[in-house]
């Protein structure tokens, strides 16, 4: 039974358009996130939702909307969709004890913007 | 901010030889270190992790790594490289339980 699962596993869409990703974790964690990982791999974190709180926004465009319904669920919501949005998305959840714990991510969607 | 960076962008290994991938840290308290691992068209999965318990600490995979604050590093290590080795490899440091920071990530190849 997958612990994180995002879906859709792969988008491809064109410029202009609005897309969402899902993302769901059974691990009855109560922080969950969403990464992003650029074309060289980089990764980086965009929002972290405690729960169903949101914590951290790093300087995300407006374009890029999070919403988390209850806590075992944080979705992505992208306008207006651009071509340097083009990447993989990463959700992740954790259990927060100080900053000692980890984070368990989902598989990742491969967004491409055409 | 803390931060880690990730020294070698890619490290090359025959197989059976050791694995070495370095990481330095930077944090003015003590850091919480994490070993990731990502496998192609795959999520990240953890390998180990530094919690102030034991300097060196054991992963999964036969992978380990130590802890040195004297030379901020938490390298990580496994003796004998196998085929199923090669992937991608982040560092990665904690800050008050709600952020990740990563570092850019090392790829390692195999060579039969």
């Known amino acids: 039974d997958t612990a994180v699962s995002q879906t859709p596993k792969y988008l491809v869409t064109q410029m202009g358009n609005d897309k969402s990703i899902k993302c769901e974790q059974n691990?009855?964690?109560?922080?969950m996130y969403w990464y992003k990982q650029d074309s060289k791999k980089f990764l980086k974190i965009m929002f972290s939702y405690n729960n169903k709180e949101l914590i951290i926004n790093e300087t995300v465009p407006n374009r890029f909307s999070p919403k988390s319904p209850d806590k075992a669920h944080l979705n992505l919501h992208i306008n207006s969709l651009e071509l340097g949005d083009s990447a993989v998305y990463f959700c992740?959840?954790?259990?927060?004890?100080?900053?000692?714990?980890?984070?368990?991510f989902g598989q990742g969607t491969r967004l491409t913007v055409v | 901010a803390q931060s880690v960076t990730q020294l070698g962008s890619h490290v090359s290994v025959s197989e059976g030889a050791l694995v070495l991938l370095r990481c330095n840290y930077s944090s003015s308290v003590p850091p919480y270190l994490f070993w990731y691992v990502q496998y192609p068209n795959q999520g990240l999965q953890l390998l180990l992790k530094?919690?102030?318990?034991?300097?060196l600490v054991k992963g999964i995979n036969g992978f380990e790594a130590e802890f040195k604050k004297s030379e901020t590093s938490f390298h990580l290590t496994k003796p004998s490289a196998h085929m199923s080795d090669a992937a991608e490899y982040f560092c990665a440091v904690s800050e008050r339980g709600y952020k990740l920071s990563f570092g850019a990530g090392t790829t390692v190849t195999v060579r039969a």
């Open positions: 992740a959840s954790s259990q927060p004890q100080g900053a000692r714990t980890e984070a368990f």
């Open positions: 691990l009855g964690h109560d922080t």
């Open positions: 530094y919690t102030s318990a034991a300097t």
